[in-house]
């Protein structure tokens, strides 16, 4: 994760997620095989750059599976190619 300096040159944490929202990337899901090799080739088809990045525990709404398979789970991401 970045840090970036606040108000009052105090600093704080940037997520990964929004480093990658600011480079124009857009988080689609959260998802494991074999859709995610699906998907990834379809985003790919319609033209999009296709970025997978490890889960992000704390931004997902239900982990117990994302905890216990950590390594199976990848979230993708996508952003216009230019």
Same mark, same amino acid.
């Given at each position: =994760?970045? +840090?970036?300096? %606040?108000?009052?040159?105090?600093?704080?944490?940037?997520? #990964?997620?929004?480093?990658?929202?600011?480079? %124009?990337?857009?988080? #689609? @899901?959260?998802?494991?095989?074999?859709?995610?090799?699906? =998907?990834?080739?379809?985003?790919?088809?319609?033209? @999009?750059?296709?970025?997978? +990045?490890?889960?992000?525990?704390?931004?997902?709404?239900?982990?117990?599976?994302?905890?216990? @398979?950590?390594? #199976?789970?990848?979230?993708?991401?996508? #952003?216009?190619?230019?």
């Amino acid at each position: =994760m970045g +840090e970036g300096r %606040g108000e009052g040159d105090k600093v704080h944490k940037v997520s #990964r997620e929004q480093e990658l929202n600011k480079e %124009g990337w857009e988080k #689609r @899901f959260t998802i494991d095989e074999p859709r995610l090799s699906e =998907m990834v080739e379809q985003y790919k088809e319609l033209g @999009f750059e296709v970025l997978l +990045e490890p889960v992000d525990t704390s931004s997902e709404e239900c982990t117990t599976c994302i905890t216990v @398979f950590h390594d #199976r789970y990848k979230t993708i991401y996508t #952003r216009s190619r230019n």
